[in-house]
């Protein structure tokens, strides 16, 4: 009976030792990892490559949100109202820590001219129009079918977009890599109000809703952002709460015509907000007045009757 007693206690201290020793090398951190090591639930961007995994073109974890504290100086060489645009050669010279918006399709000079253009802290926007087909592009051919038959009595050769297919989205992708590729920081979207235009819409019989011209839109800005690009806004920012910033165009007389919010929004969350305004003697003044209307950071760029040609400020 002693013996027993003797052996029981025996076997009681040994499992009470193998215990103590068991929560002496316990480490909460290690509780869940299989692996003896630490697990790391960060999403990695490997850029180490220099290529883009195209299974993100379709989110926003290539995109880092610049943020606009102060207005920029606007250059523009994509957009020709009634005078020439700034010349690439001028936008060289003159441009420096400001938005400089480029048409990077219309020539290999302007393509060229985008790294240089950034070393002097100029944020690239690059132009699409995402509302129309132009038979000048070289993807016009595969554009065509998904357009209306009419023209756009207002710019030559160019037809509203009558369907947003899933194949006229690889068509725009396409067009978005290649800007990309080119260093563009953002893309400017002309046209996208389109759809939204009730006269338009009476008069050239889209087969696209509203609400579908939308839905396009943003798919292509979250292509965009996958690119590591920003999206600027043309004309709207309706359904456009994704993009990084607009543009406005103003003329003498249609001054703030778009709804308020649509820039102020842009100008409040710190995003880029531009007024391009045409066709003026006094573009000093006009400034002052959107600057009254929209705070100051409120950037400007100004078509100026004399000068023939733009102004910058």
Known sequence: MIRLFIYLTVLLLSAGCNILSGLSEYDPQNENDSSGGDTDTTVKDDTSSGETDSTINDDTSGWTPMQFDTPLC?????????????????????????????????SSEARDAVAPI????????????????EDWRDDYAEMKPYCVETGWNDWDGEYFVNETTDALKEIMFARIDKMAAWGCDMIEFDNMDWALDDEYRAKFGFSVTGEESIAYYSALCDHVHGKGMGCMAKSTAE??????????????????WWEHDYLQEYLDAGKLGVVVHYAESDCSGILATYQKEYGDKVSFICEDNTEQGYLHF
Do not use: H, R
Request: proline share 3%; aromatic share 14%; charged share 20%.
């Open 74 to 106: 606007v250059w523009n060489q994509a957009y020709q109202e009634n005078y020439k645009p700034d010349s690439i050669g001028d936008i060289l010279e003159g441009a420096e820590n400001c938005y400089v918006l480029l048409d990077v399709f219309s």
């Open 239 to 256: 359904g456009a709460s994704n993009f990084d910033g607009g543009t406005f165009e103003s003329y003498p007389e249609e001054m703030d």
């Open 118 to 133: 950034k070393k002097k802290n100029n944020v690239v926007g690059c132009y699409m129009s995402v509302g129309t087909c």
